[in-house]
């Protein structure tokens, strides 16, 4: 099967990712997989300023899950565009890059795009705008915020020519007209979902399990979701989306591709197996060959889910 597309102009050889702050900015992972064999990576999400991140313990894992409170630990941009970006650009030119962006007001992102468009070196950006663990200011991440999130979005827009993704929070009522107001903004791509907001109590203690207290939920658990919201962003939009959220094997990229993906990105399963995206990248063409499917673009989209049925925000049958 072809598993090749051209997107944002870029080439993907295949359509696996690895997902923002799983990978750092690709070094530390370069001994454990073969990076040049995959998709792409997104980098770990950079601040203005360095940070050091929350207390610890900043993940446990819980049930078929992982809840996380890292709290943005990145060099911040300076550090990024002086050491991470050259790095990137001589180990990685074979595969396409993109640099997740943070911060707690639109000005902070917009500076972050004008500091690392100064530098270059990468394809495009990740807007993260719906991390759990760092909220805007004074306020709810902007994805929960349609309007703040034009606001965001349209002013990073006029800063560069380069593909922008955003990335979008799964605890919203509907995220079908906030993949709207993305795409009205001038995203170029959309990214779902990141981590639910989650808890775990310690019954001994009566503390959290995290050091920060709540944290974001990964892993397996959130899978169904992610392919829900894939699947209601495709029914509200016509960019190209990304799929994240619990993908473990074969079978669970090509749920997200089916729903409407045209790329997935692989995160918590890094953890357990760093190879985890090289195999799943591997899976896909096996399953192509296997169900006679030739080009990965008769699989993007493909859910059967009848033509004049309306989607289903609720996530029953639709
Ligand atoms: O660093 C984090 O705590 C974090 C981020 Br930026 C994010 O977007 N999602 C998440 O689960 N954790």
Same mark, same amino acid.
């Given at each position: 099967?072809?598993?090749?597309?051209?997107? @944002?102009?870029?080439? @993907?050889?295949?359509?696996? %990712?690895?997902?923002?702050?799983?990978?750092?900015?690709?070094?530390?992972?370069?001994?454990? %997989?073969?990076?040049?064999?995959? +998709?792409?990576?997104?980098?770990?999400?950079?601040?203005?300023?360095?940070?050091?991140?929350?207390?610890?313990? #900043?993940?446990?894992?819980?049930?078929?899950?992982?809840?996380?409170?890292?709290?943005?630990?990145? *060099? +911040?941009?300076?550090?990024?565009?002086?050491?991470?970006?050259?790095?990137?650009?001589?180990?990685?030119?074979?595969?396409?890059?993109?640099?997740?962006?943070?911060?707690?007001?639109?000005?902070?992102?917009?500076?972050?795009?004008?500091?690392?468009?100064?530098?270059?070196? @990468? $394809?495009?950006?990740?807007?993260?705008?719906?991390?759990?663990?760092?909220? #805007?200011?004074?306020?709810?991440?902007? !994805?929960?915020?349609?309007?703040?999130?034009?606001?965001?979005?349209?002013?990073?827009?006029?800063?560069?020519?380069?593909?922008?993704?955003?990335?979008?929070?799964?605890?919203?009522?509907?995220?079908?007209?906030?993949?709207?107001?993305?795409?009205?903004?001038? !995203?170029?791509?959309?990214? $779902?979902?990141?981590?639910?907001?989650?808890?775990?109590?310690?019954?001994?203690? #009566?503390?959290? !399990?995290?050091?920060?207290?709540?944290?974001?939920?990964?892993?397996?658990? %959130? &899978?169904?979701?992610?392919?829900?919201?894939?699947?209601?962003?495709?029914?509200?939009?016509?960019? *190209? %989306?990304? +799929?994240?959220?619990?993908?473990?094997?074969?079978?669970?990229?090509?749920?997200?591709? $089916?729903?409407?993906?045209? $790329?997935?990105?692989?995160?918590?399963?890094? @953890?357990?197996?760093? #190879?985890?995206?090289? &195999?799943?990248?591997?899976?896909?063409? &096996?399953?192509?060959?296997?169900?006679?499917?030739?080009?990965?673009?008769?699989?993007?989209?493909?859910?059967?889910?009848?033509?004049?049925?309306?989607?289903?925000?609720?996530?029953?049958?639709?």
């Amino acid at each position: 099967m072809r598993l090749s597309q051209t997107l @944002f102009g870029a080439t @993907f050889q295949n359509p696996v %990712l690895l997902a923002a702050g799983t990978c750092g900015f690709g070094e530390e992972l370069e001994d454990a %997989l073969d990076l040049p064999s995959l +998709g792409g990576i997104v980098t770990k999400s950079v601040t203005l300023e360095p940070r050091g991140g929350n207390a610890p313990p #900043r993940v446990v894992e819980v049930g078929n899950a992982m809840l996380n409170s890292v709290g943005l630990a990145n *060099p +911040g941009l300076e550090r990024v565009c002086s050491e991470k970006l050259p790095w990137m650009s001589e180990h990685l030119s074979g595969i396409q890059v993109f640099v997740s962006v943070a911060g707690h007001i639109s000005d902070e992102y917009w500076r972050i795009v004008e500091g690392l468009e100064s530098v270059g070196g @990468f $394809l495009g950006y990740e807007l993260n705008l719906s991390c759990p663990n760092d909220t #805007r200011l004074g306020g709810l991440p902007f !994805a929960l915020d349609p309007e703040a999130l034009r606001g965001v979005v349209e002013g990073a827009r006029r800063l560069t020519d380069r593909p922008l993704l955003v990335k979008l929070a799964p605890n919203v009522p509907d995220i079908g007209p906030v993949a709207e107001a993305a795409e009205e903004a001038g !995203a170029d791509g959309l990214t $779902l979902v990141n981590t639910m907001p989650g808890l775990v109590i310690d019954v001994e203690s #009566r503390s959290a !399990a995290l050091g920060a207290g709540s944290g974001g939920l990964s892993g397996p658990a %959130l &899978r169904a979701v992610g392919v829900h919201a894939v699947h209601r962003a495709q029914a509200c939009t016509s960019i *190209p %989306l990304l +799929g994240v959220g619990g993908i473990t094997d074969v079978g669970d990229a090509v749920q997200y591709l $089916l729903a409407g993906a045209s $790329l997935v990105q692989v995160g918590t399963a890094t @953890f357990a197996d760093p #190879r985890t995206a090289q &195999r799943v990248g591997k899976g896909i063409a &096996r399953y192509g060959k296997k169900m006679g499917v030739e080009d990965i673009q008769d699989l993007i989209g493909a859910y059967h889910h009848g033509a004049d049925r309306p989607v289903s925000v609720s996530g029953g049958p639709g």
